[in-house]
């Protein structure tokens, strides 16, 4: 037998589950005529369609994000990753970096762990329920300088400004020439105190003006990135040689 303290509280649970669908809260008046099993069935079905959007949502979410592939950080060999003493790995795995709009540049030679490591962070912002984007920087400024000759590059980077978290992978392998590298400071800048970024390269921050072409934008990109931002170093041997089946004999 439901106590009459029970009933409210089921109520109140029909009346948030309502206003979190943003439905009216004809469902709670009518519990008025409702028996205490018909209140319960409604108040499962209204629980189960809040659970199938918060998954639909998040499917959409990692799809929109754009991920190379499906990447965690459940197992994932930490001992090479060199953390500064003003990071945690706490404060990735639970985000804290993205709330406080603090960028992460993780720097290492190739396979060490970089690419990983992004997108397994971008991953759980997704799982939180938070706006993820994916670029190689290659990619990014190929996708930039075709909006520019098509006169949409205004929609492109509004549509980017609207991720919580922007991963740029990549960052240096391919010099850019002066449009594309003017291009991608706009994103830089756009960001800066407005989003997360997490960049991946295997290149020393004295060495991005060779690929940048222009060493004003440069240290204009360097000082935005540095300003709100972390220093993550990889080190060790290539994950990919070390495990490459050309290896086997």
């Known amino acids: 037998m439901i106590t009459p303290q029970e009933r409210a509280a089921r109520r109140a649970d029909i009346a948030q589950c309502c206003r979190q669908l943003v439905l009216t809260q004809t469902a709670v008046q009518l519990c008025e005529k409702a028996t205490p099993r ?33 990447k965690t950080l459940e197992g994932f060999d930490r001992q090479g990753v060199q953390l500064p003493r003003t990071l945690s790995w706490a404060d990735l795995e639970q985000g804290d970096f993205i709330r406080d709009h603090r960028n992460l540049v993780l720097y290492g030679p190739v396979g060490t762990g970089k690419t990983h490591c992004g ?10 329920g938070l706006t993820v984007r994916f670029f190689t920087v290659t990619d990014l400024v190929m996708r930039l ?11 492109l980077l509004q549509d980017i400004q609207r991720a919580d978290l922007l991963i740029l992978d990549e960052w240096g392998y391919v010099p850019l020439d002066h449009d594309g590298a003017q291009l991608l400071f706009r ?9 997360s970024l997490i960049i991946t390269t295997n290149l020393e921050f004295s060495k991005w003006g060779s690929v940048f072409t222009d060493e004003q934008m440069t240290a204009a990109m360097i000082d935005r990135l540095a300003h709100h931002g972390h220093l993550v170093v990889f080190e060790g041997e290539s994950y990919r040689m070390k495990h490459a089946l050309m290896k086997e004999r």
Do not use: W
């Open 38 to 70: 018909q209140e319960e069935f409604l108040l499962q079905v209204l629980r189960a369609e809040l659970v199938q959007r918060d998954h639909n949502r998040r499917a959409r979410l990692l799809a929109r994000a754009g991920f190379p592939a499906y």
């Open 119 to 128: 997108v397994a962070l971008g991953y759980a912002a997704c799982e939180r």
């Open 145 to 155: 300088s075709e909006a520019k000759r098509a006169g949409t590059v205004e929609r």
């Open 187 to 195: 994103v830089i800048a756009n960001s800066y105190e407005t989003r």
